[in-house]
């Protein structure tokens, strides 16, 4: 019955660059609409010198996920919102977990190179046995001459 609804858009542009009869054209909206959802924090447009809204490519995404949502699936703009903060939330935290994932596993290789010299788990290094020869040769004492 319920549909899995992905927000996500990071493979989109993030260029501020479509003013907002544009964007609102490719969202499907009204400019109207898009100026409400920005006061209602739903979208954060850039600024352009003069103050005028700038959307990029993953802005108008949005744009059409939080209309789809209204409109299809029948959430009110605070759910929304709310669904929104949690997509970015659950994104943030999995490149967090990837970036402490990436340091354990730099932190395992370090482990290993330094406890290679070593077998057993001891904290005496290992060397192998030597091939050398060694020729000892007793001390003549002075009785012995």
Known sequence: MYEELNISVEQS??????IISVAARMAGMHPQTLRQYDRLGLVQPGRAGGGGRRYSQRDVALLREVQKLSQEEGVNLAGIKRII???????????????LE?????????IAQLESPYTRGDLVRHEPPSTALVVWRPRRSADNK
């Open 102 to 110: 990436h340091q354990l596993d730099e932190a395992y290789t370090r």
């Open 85 to 99: 903060g949690l997509e970015q939330l659950v994104g943030d935290l999995q490149q967090r977990l990837r970036e």
């Open 13 to 18: 542009s993030e260029a501020k660059v479509l």
